[in-house]
């Protein structure tokens, strides 16, 4: 039997202040170097996801952008991606201007991956999340909406408050053509309203990358909504103790929290 163990980030292997524990980064090194086949699946890009995880061994692809990639962390190359169509620009475009939403959108111009916003159309939480990144080169200010859906995009994501998204998220789901998130961002007061392509779920390209690796079971691990599709294609799924009640509703088991080592206690005292 060929298991493949996946971990959600923030909130499940990474704890409160955002960080791996050294128990956690030392008990799940050693499994792997003892055969443990074990990968990530997060909302972050690639490069956020190896800031928080530095010093974990990832000699696996790990998945990113809530399903959009799978990637070689060490070569960077993208074995798995997912695009909007042209058709799914334009409608995901005229509904920001119909709802008069600016949000951040992630794509690649010329091959060269690009996150841009509408320069002096952002608001509080935007501002926020743009400063976060400081000096960080894929950064792109526009001047219009145009400009802003340039190129192959991959990720749309309106940041605010749960009341101002709520409208615009449900007539975004309601075209049944993607797949949306609206969640509590974890470590803010704001919510996520974020635009994906239709396939883009942690759980579709998990199965994408226990094919690849060919594997015969799943073992997952999250705390949040969007490991609701993780959990649903799973053998067997743990939520953390600070999980949200809709994932623990339908996991094998609720384990400790992040804070007190959950997932690689559970490891450390299951893995075979």
Same mark, same amino acid.
């Given at each position: $039997?060929?298991?493949?163990?996946?971990?959600?980030?923030?909130?499940?292997?990474?704890?409160?202040?955002?960080?791996?524990?050294?128990?956690?980064?030392?008990?799940? @090194?050693?499994?792997?170097?003892?055969?443990?086949?074990?990968?990530?699946?997060?909302?972050?890009?690639?490069?956020?996801?190896?800031? /928080?995880? @530095?010093?974990?061994?990832?000699?696996?692809?790990?998945?990113?952008?809530?399903?959009?990639?799978?990637?070689?962390?060490?070569?960077?190359?993208?074995?798995?991606?997912?695009?909007?169509?042209?058709?799914?620009?334009?409608?995901? $475009?005229?509904? $920001?201007?119909?709802?008069?939403?600016?949000?951040? /959108?992630?794509?690649?111009?010329?091959?060269?991956?690009?996150?841009?916003?509408?320069?002096?159309?952002?608001?509080?939480?935007?501002?926020?999340?743009?400063?976060?990144?400081?000096?960080?080169?894929?950064?792109?200010?526009? @001047?219009?909406?145009?400009?802003?859906?340039?190129?192959?995009?991959?990720?749309?994501?309106?940041?605010?408050?749960?009341?101002?998204?709520?409208?615009?998220?449900?007539?975004?789901?309601?075209?049944?053509?993607?797949?949306?998130?609206?969640?509590?961002?974890?470590?803010?007061?704001?919510?996520?309203?974020?635009?994906?392509?239709?396939?883009?779920?942690?759980? @579709?390209?998990?199965?994408?990358?226990?094919?690849?690796?060919?594997?015969?079971?799943?073992?997952?691990?999250?705390?949040?909504?969007?490991?609701?599709?993780?959990?649903?294609?799973?053998?067997?799924?743990?939520?953390?103790?600070?999980?949200?009640?809709?994932?623990?509703?339908?996991?094998?088991?609720?384990?400790?929290?992040?804070?007190?080592?959950?997932?690689?206690?559970?490891?450390?005292?299951?893995?075979?």
């Amino acid at each position: $039997m060929k298991v493949l163990y996946v971990s959600d980030l923030d909130g499940t292997l990474l704890n409160n202040n955002g960080k791996l524990s050294e128990y956690t980064v030392n008990t799940i @090194n050693d499994l792997v170097s003892n055969g443990m086949l074990f990968s990530y699946a997060t909302a972050r890009s690639l490069v956020s996801a190896s800031n /928080v995880t @530095n010093g974990l061994i990832t000699d696996i692809p790990v998945i990113t952008k809530n399903g959009i990639f799978i990637e070689n962390v060490h070569s960077k190359e993208k074995l798995y991606s997912l695009i909007f169509t042209e058709e799914e620009k334009m409608l995901i $475009m005229e509904t $920001m201007e119909k709802y008069s939403i600016y949000p951040l /959108v992630y794509g690649f111009i010329n091959g060269i991956e690009k996150k841009s916003w509408l320069e002096n159309k952002e608001n509080e939480a935007i501002k926020n999340e743009i400063n976060s990144w400081k000096e960080d080169p894929r950064l792109r200010s526009v @001047n219009n909406i145009n400009e802003l859906f340039l190129g192959e995009i991959y990720h749309v994501n309106c940041i605010g408050y749960k009341n101002g998204l709520t409208d615009v998220y449900n007539y975004i789901l309601e075209t049944g053509k993607f797949s949306c998130l609206l969640q509590k961002e974890y470590y803010s007061e704001y919510y996520w309203f974020e635009i994906l392509p239709k396939k883009a779920t942690k759980g @579709n390209t998990i199965l994408v990358l226990k094919d690849l690796l060919k594997c015969n079971k799943i073992i997952s691990f999250g705390d949040g909504l969007n490991d609701i599709s993780m959990f649903k294609i799973s053998d067997e799924s743990y939520a953390v103790e600070n999980a949200e009640n809709e994932l623990k509703n339908i996991a094998t088991g609720i384990i400790k929290s992040n804070d007190n080592n959950g997932v690689a206690q559970w490891l450390k005292n299951n893995y075979e």
